[in-house]
């Protein structure tokens, strides 16, 4: 799987967009773009994926460049309770695949 | 989202003690299931794949006979830590999929081992 590089924290208003990039420049044509977000001491939580168009879902927005090479989820209106680890991972999606976690993002929502 | 559980969700232990952690998928059949580790501030590390009924596969590193896992069923996997050691002492966190569908992890057992 394609690896991906995120900045290692971020800071954000509460009540304004939330923006967390991902670069994935080597991702291949059949790899799908996840995103998790880890609140502390918590196991990871599903917040989004996407192929190559935009996704939306009750919890953020995920907008993929048109080469595919980043892609940016978007909290609209970020809570203290968004303060998490956040992870892009890129993944094919067959049987068996797994999920390899980086880093991450740090995002502290500040009031 | 689909729901995952873990138990227990803390375990203090003696050392050489064996300890083992339950892990169900409740509202999907768990096809594969993975268990994963975390040490402070460090991103997860995943440990071994498993997929119902056949043996799991363990990452690099991971020893096979100190961390013993189980996929009986599609809705249940163990993942037992045989004679513990402070070493071990991490966050245990397992994750499951239907498929080729998307991955729900459990909220984490804290295993501390004395």
């Known amino acids: 799987d394609a690896k991906t590089t995120q900045p290692p924290s971020m800071d954000c208003a509460e009540g304004r967009a939330a923006n967390l990039p991902c670069n994935h420049s080597t991702i291949s044509g059949n790899e799908y773009v996840y995103w998790y977000r880890q609140i502390h001491s918590q196991g990871p939580q599903y917040i989004i994926h996407g192929l190559k168009n935009n996704e939306t879902n009750e919890m953020a927005s995920l907008i993929i460049t048109e080469d595919r090479k980043s892609s940016t989820l978007i909290l609209p209106h970020a809570t203290l309770r968004d303060t998490a680890v956040y992870y892009c991972i890129v993944r094919v999606v067959e049987y068996g695949n797994k999920l390899v976690f980086g880093a991450g993002t740090i995002l502290r929502v500040k009031s | 989202g689909a729901v995952v559980s873990q138990h227990p969700s803390r375990v203090i232990c003696k050392s050489g003690t064996s300890v083992k952690i339950e892990c169900r998928s409740l509202?999907?059949?768990?096809?594969?299931m993975f268990w994963y580790r975390q040490f402070p501030k460090q991103s997860l590390m995943l440990m071994a794949t498993?997929?119902?009924?056949?043996?799991?596969?363990?990452e690099q590193g991971v020893e096979k006979d100190k961390f013993l896992i189980n996929h009986a069923s599609l809705t249940l996997s163990t993942l037992t830590v045989t004679s513990a050691h402070p070493e071990d002492s991490s966050f245990y966190i397992c994750?499951?999929?239907?498929?080729?569908?998307?991955?729900?992890f459990g909220p984490g057992t804290r295993l501390l081992v004395l």
């Open positions: 498993s997929n119902e009924g056949s043996k799991a596969t363990y």
């Open positions: 994750s499951a999929r239907e498929g080729e569908k998307t991955q729900y």
């Open positions: 509202d999907f059949q768990a096809t594969t």
